[in-house]
């Protein structure tokens, strides 16, 4: 296991079309974070599951988001009815639970999502 | 509400110099950490330095080393002698507490380049 791994890369898609990305996390980690990066900015807090469980959704995630992690291994986020608004870069990142603060986050090299 | 704020949305530094990338944040949470990404071109982010709230001393990473003054709430990033494979965007990141999701709060970057 090298790490974190996100498919695809790149994504491109018409306005209104449904998309999904998978995320593979480190095998042993039981926290599976996404988070949205757009153009000059920081990463943004999406959501969040330890195991299969989704614990934490940012206000961000409208109803048009949606994310499953169902056997607590590798996740997929599914965005419907995309909006040009979506274009972003998709990052996914995983860690152990119970480092306390120190629990350090890898990350993935992301999906880069445009909407045209 | 966490917040980290990088005041700085670009340097430019004589390679083999070095740089202090400026961060500073705000928490009513006594237990934090404090994150140093680099991200390059290629767009993962990659783990640089940890700080823990309770650190007695400045966390050091080979070339990194973090400048923490806890009364001030920054969290400077000091990269000694850079190299040109330094050149990416740097995000100071944020986590509170040891309860709960344990996100991620980053700061919107800080470009460095270095120039032969």
């Known amino acids: 296991d090298t790490g974190v791994s996100q498919d695809p890369r790149h994504k491109i898609t018409k306005r209104g079309q449904n998309v999904t990305f998978r995320c593979d996390p480190i095998s042993e980690h039981n926290r599976l974070y996404w988070y949205r990066q757009t153009l000059g900015q920081g990463p943004e807090f999406l959501t969040y599951f330890q195991n299969e469980a989704q614990l934490e959704k940012s206000r961000l995630l409208s109803d048009r988001f949606s994310a499953e992690r169902p056997k607590g291994s590798f996740s997929t986020l599914e965005i419907q009815r995309t909006e040009q608004g979506d274009s972003a870069m998709y990052l996914c990142?995983?860690?152990?639970?119970?480092?306390?603060?120190?629990?350090?986050?890898?990350f993935g090299q992301g999906t880069r999502l445009t909407v045209v | 509400a966490q917040k980290i704020t990088q005041t700085q949305p670009g340097m430019f530094v004589q390679e083999k110099e070095a740089v202090t990338l400026d961060c500073t944040y705000d928490t009513s949470d006594p237990s934090y950490g404090l994150f140093w990404y680099k991200q390059p071109s290629s767009g993962e982010m990659i783990f640089l330095i940890y700080q823990g709230s309770y650190d007695q001393q400045n966390a050091t990473e080979g070339r990194y080393s973090l400048n923490f003054q806890k009364a001030r709430k920054s969290a400077n990033l000091v990269i000694s002698a850079s190299q040109l494979g330094d050149s990416a965007m740097y995000f100071c990141a944020m986590r509170e507490g040891i309860q709960g999701a344990q996100k991620l709060v980053f700061g919107q970057g800080t470009r460095l380049t270095i120039n032969p």
């Open positions: 990142a995983s860690s152990l639970g119970g480092g306390g603060a120190r629990a350090e986050a890898f």
